[in-house]
């Protein structure tokens, strides 16, 4: 059916006399590819300074985003209406493997989040960060919408299954993430406010049983020491004293590159990692974290701009998801870093050092590129 | 009833999935202006709270203690010096679980209840990031353990501090004093900034009373620290000023002549030289070794101290409170000579016992146990004081009265601290009617003032005071405050002189010659003294009742438990014709004055050796 849609019929004529640029033919979106190209550099810049002025660390990370663009261009060649064939099977494989992690994973904390196959290790979780929002987006791209409520239920459904198997892992940060992956495709997609408020107050109201029953004591304490981080200032809450006092410190000039003394001098805990926004703070100050949050808005209202000019529903849908999924990353990483947030493991996107999350993120980034490029229809 | 069939729309899902793309992107800038917010107010409204606090984890104000300054004595022989010793302490900024920790190291080197007792104080009033000590005086072994093992407790520092030493240990016990840990009670006092990174201070005697000058001034250094403790560079420093070396009158060789001589016996010998108020010699025996207080003595040892019969820890030399017995006669005969009442040709006459007019109750002479009869049928002064005449000194002391005996006796020093420059000093008694009124809410009855003719009675003095009225005695008058500081780091320091003791030169010549006749004259109770002597001493035995012996009954040294025997007391000045030295001796339960004489003669001889070269 969404081929039918997508197939209305077109001036073809007003198609071939527009030549299409270099970059179109190529699914190149040239603003976007400039934004990520600005993001990543000023990350590498900063991350020479948090990893202890390690040259290899920046290095490797090069490397890292060197193939995480080759992945991007490559998901861009790929059409929208591919990606919504896909999406069955690739949902069906992920639910496959987040089982086989919950019986063959291998892990390291008290939580098991790996598969290992050959050698390689890798995370099933990553692969449905893009798979639950494609899947949902499936799913509704063939309804009405706004969506009836039995197809909310569905998506709801195929959202809570992934989320639920990634819970018992245990990894709250990451199931909670997906879920909201897949609800802000229900969000863009038009569902009543009335679900978007009753969910709000649910939320509230399981909250009080949440935390006696689902939040394991190391949760509930990060959530405790958010509250009152001198309550325990050399465990929980150092980390989180150190980063406010890294990032209070850095005042509105900086204490200028390499300069910053709680990231070089090791007050400051995962500088290189989730709290680098830290070092950049410090060293950088305010105007540095205001630049930083100018390229991430212009990204974000690029990839909303993408999905109003979508094609097709699906493409609207997945471009409005993986959009506000980005925003989410960087919500939540600068929001626990200035003490806003408990801590979760959440890099800050595209600037922590690490290698699958920014793979994953590149994977979305070309998907966004190919609802940006798909060839015009001329809606009459 | 047939639903409608709703076609798919294209146009309105485009306008509704694009009007919640508009609410998203509100949504978002909201959410980024919240952070947004949030930076700002952590790093422009806040931002002195955290700029300060980064600069404390980053710079720390490390205290520099001084050292502490050196005590020789007046040949400058070292009394007290400083040696490094090897601390271990902890900051407890950089240990996760102290408990553990101190579990561990515990397992490794010996920790003591006191240690941990003392370091859970210390704690209390540490300052960030400022090492805690835990174990003083770590052994080579134990410095090795703590090595090996250092990697994997973080937080540990062992370092070198120094820390005073007393190389002579308890010969010079009671003339320094001694340092120890700081206390509570101190702190309390303390001046907190200049004894930042101090631990000790002067617990008693010399080491206290001049705590400020041998204490110094802090310095200071801003050191950058990583997260990890390691001092990276520094980048201020303030050097700290060390305590000031004192030189003090005490002689070495003097000081042990005076020890040997005491032996095991208890007492107290104090010398000074008249010429100048210094103190050569203050020995009090049973002494202790200081050195075990510096670090905090253990429990074990203090109560045996604490609780020995002869309690080492009294300075008898200051805090000995005895009845100074017949070597008061000498300052009752000048008493007389200047009140009139007598001359050096006056006489008594001495049935061996004196009996106040009206009174049945006999006062005995020393001496009727011995002859069955007095000195003498007529006694003048000189045989009086050589012979040591109890009935010539109990006549003089009812005709002078109580009270004008002890205006007489006050410009001495009795019955009053000297104001020596050491702690714990007492002022002994010099009765009075009024002392016994307001006292004891009793008149004063008249046998009293005969016991106090003969120093016993109600009158006590301590062994310094003995000396230092024996000093004034000796340089005719001049009274100096008993001092032991001679220097200051090389710069003289005069002993405050106080009002000189006023008499006519006649009467000091007659005191003088009593006192010579008591070691050179040949019925000087003394007078086995002068065998061999190669200058003229001065000198006065004394005997003092430790206990009460009742109206006819007669003391038998033989037959009293030990310690009930008498104190024997000894004061004596050398050379006669120009004094150098005065001493005062006690030894208690001696039996008489013939256990202190001999350290007498030993004291002087070597003191005048040590003059003349």
New interface residues.
């Given amino acids: ?1 969404s081929d039918y ?1 997508r197939q ?1 019929p077109h001036h073809g004529s007003r198609d071939m006399a527009q030549r299409p640029t270099a970059a179109m033919r190529f699914h190149i979106d040239v603003p976007l590819l400039l934004l990520l190209l600005a993001l990543t550099g000023y990350g590498l810049f900063v991350l020479y300074s948090a990893s202890g002025q390690n040259m290899g660390a920046v290095v490797r990370q090069g490397r890292f985003f060197v193939v995480a663009y080759i992945v991007m261009l490559v998901a861009a060649q790929f059409s929208p209406a591919r990606y919504a064939r896909w999406a069955p099977a690739l949902y069906v494989l992920g639910l496959g493997l987040l089982v086989a992690v919950l019986f063959a994973g291998v892990g390291a904390k008290g939580a098991q989040r790996w598969l290992e196959i050959g050698g390689f290790r890798f995370q099933p979780a990553e692969l449905m960060k893009l798979g639950v929002p494609m899947a949902v987006a499936w799913f509704l791209a063939d309804r ?3 969506p009836q409520f039995l197809y909310v239920l569905g998506a709801l459904l195929l959202l809570g299954l992934p989320s639920a198997l990634i819970l018992l892992q245990p990894d709250l940060g990451t199931a909670l993430l997906i879920g909201s992956s897949g609800i ?1 495709v229900l ?4 569902i009543g406010w009335r679900y978007i408020v009753g969910a709000g107050l649910l939320a509230i109201a399981s909250a009080w049983p949440a935390w006696i029953f689902v939040l394991k004591d190391y949760q509930k304490q990060r959530i405790l020491t958010l509250l009152n981080p001198e309550s325990d200032k ?2 929980a809450g150092w980390n989180i004293i ?1 980063s ?9 000039d900086g204490k200028g590159w390499l300069h910053g ?2 990231s070089q ?3 400051l805990p995962e500088s290189h990692t989730d709290f680098i926004i830290a070092v950049l ?2 060293e950088f ?2 105007r540095g ?2 630049t930083l ?1 100018a390229i ?2 212009l990204i ?2 690029r990839g ?1 701009w993408i ?2 000019r979508a094609q097709t ?1 699906f493409g ?2 997945m471009a ?1 998801s993986l ?2 999924t980005f ?1 989410v990353y ?2 939540v990483n ?2 626990m870093v ?3 947030l408990p801590v979760v493991g959440v890099p800050l996107p595209l600037v922590s050092a690490g290698g699958t999350s920014v793979v994953t993120l590149m994977l979305g980034f070309g998907i966004l590129m190919a609802i940006s490029t798909e060839k015009r229809m001329v ?1 009459s | 009833m047939p639903q409608p069939i ?9 306008r ?7 609410t ?2 509100v949504l ?2 909201a ?2 202006g ?3 917010s ?3 107010t ?3 409204e ?2 002195e ?3 300060t ?3 404390r ?2 710079v720390h104000l490390q205290p520099l203690p001084p050292k502490r300054g050196l005590i020789f004595d007046r040949n400058g022989v070292l009394l007290a010096d400083n040696r490094p010793s090897f601390i271990l302490s902890l900051v407890p ?1 950089r240990i ?1 679980r102290l408990e553990d920790t101190l579990a561990e190291i515990a397992a490794l080197i010996e920790l003591s209840d006191a240690d941990l007792e003392r370091f859970t104080k210390e704690l209390k009033r540490s300052r960030p990031y400022q090492p805690v000590p835990l174990r003083f005086r770590l052994t080579e072994e134990e410095r090795a353990l703590l090595a090996v093992n250092q990697h994997r407790m973080p937080g540990l520092v062992v370092d070198a501090q120094l820390l005073r030493h007393y190389p002579h240990g308890e010969l010079f016990s009671h003339a320094l004093g001694y340092v120890g840990r700081i206390n509570e009670q101190e702190e309390a006092l303390l001046d907190e900034t200049n004894y930042r990174g101090t631990f000790h201070i002067g617990k008693v005697g010399v080491e206290k009373y001049y705590e400020d000058m041998l204490h110094g001034t802090v310095g200071y250094q801003n050191e ?5 403790g390691r001092v ?1 560079r520094v980048l201020e420093r303030t050097p700290p000023t060390p305590g000031r070396d004192l030189t003090l009158h005490l002689d070495y060789a003097v000081q042990k002549a005076a020890f040997d001589a005491l032996g095991d016996r208890r007492g107290a010998v104090v010398a000074m030289d008249p010429r100048s108020g210094g103190i050569l010699a203050m020995v009090s025996t049973p002494g202790f070794d200081t050195n075990l207080f510096v670090n905090g003595i253990s429990t074990q040892d203090y109560s045996a101290l604490r609780d020995s019969i002869d309690v080492p820890l009294f300075n008898r030399a200051v805090q000995g409170s005895y009845p100074p017995g017949s070597t008061m006669k000498p300052f009752i005969g000048l008493a007389g000579l200047e009140s009139g009442l007598v001359t050096p040709e006056t006489t008594v006459p001495d049935p061996g016992w004196y009996r106040l007019p009206g009174d049945s109750r006999k006062y005995r002479d020393w001496i009727l146990r011995i002859r069955g009869t007095g000195h003498a049928p007529e006694v003048d002064l000189k045989l009086a004081i050589a012979e040591s005449c109890d009935v010539y000194f109990y006549d003089l002391a009812r005709r002078l009265t109580i009270d004008r005996l002890h205006d007489y006796l006050a410009p001495f020093g009795f019955g009053a601290r000297t104001d020596v420059d050491t702690t714990t000093e007492r002022s002994g008694v010099l009765p009075s009617t009024r002392w016994k009124r307001e006292t004891m809410a009793q008149p004063w009855y008249p046998g009293e003032t005969i016991s106090a003719g003969i120093g016993q009675g109600y009158m006590l003095a301590t062994p310094l005071q003995l000396a230092s009225a024996t000093a004034t005695l000796a340089s005719r008058g001049e009274h100096r405050i008993p001092r032991f500081l001679k220097a200051v780091d090389g710069a003289p320091v005069e002993a405050p002189l106080l009002e000189p003791v006023t008499a006519a030169p006649e009467n000091w010549d007659a005191i003088f010659d009593g006192m010579r006749e008591v070691v050179h004259g040949k019925r000087g109770t003394a007078e086995y003294l002068s065998d061999g002597i190669t200058y003229e001493m001065a000198g006065k035995t004394g005997t003092a009742q430790v206990i009460g012996i009742a109206q006819g009954e007669v003391y038998d040294e033989e037959q009293v438990d030990e310690r009930h025997r008498h104190h024997g007391l000894f004061i004596a000045f050398a050379p006669l014709e120009a004094p150098t030295i005065a001493v005062a001796i006690i030894v208690e339960n001696g039996g008489g004055s013939s256990a202190a004489t001999p350290i007498a003669r030993a004291v002087i001889d070597t003191w005048l050796e040590g003059e003349t070269g």
């Fill in positions: 059916m849609v209305m009405i919408l706004p802000f969000f863009v997609a038009g050399l465990g150190q406010k006092t890294a990032i209070g410190s850095g005042g509105w003394t709680q001098l090791d007050f703070a410090e100050g305010l974290v205001l949050m991430y808005l974000l209202l909303f999905g109003m529903s609207r849908m409005g959009t506000l925003f960087i919500f600068m929001g200035a003490g806003l809606v | 709703t076609l798919k729309d294209p146009q309105l899902e485009a509704i999935i694009g009007a919640r793309t508009v998203a992107v978002v800038l959410a980024l919240i952070i947004a949030r930076y700002h952590l790093q422009i806040e931002f709270v955290y700029r606090q980064s600069e984890n980053r900024e996760d950058e620290n990583n997260a990890h990276l």
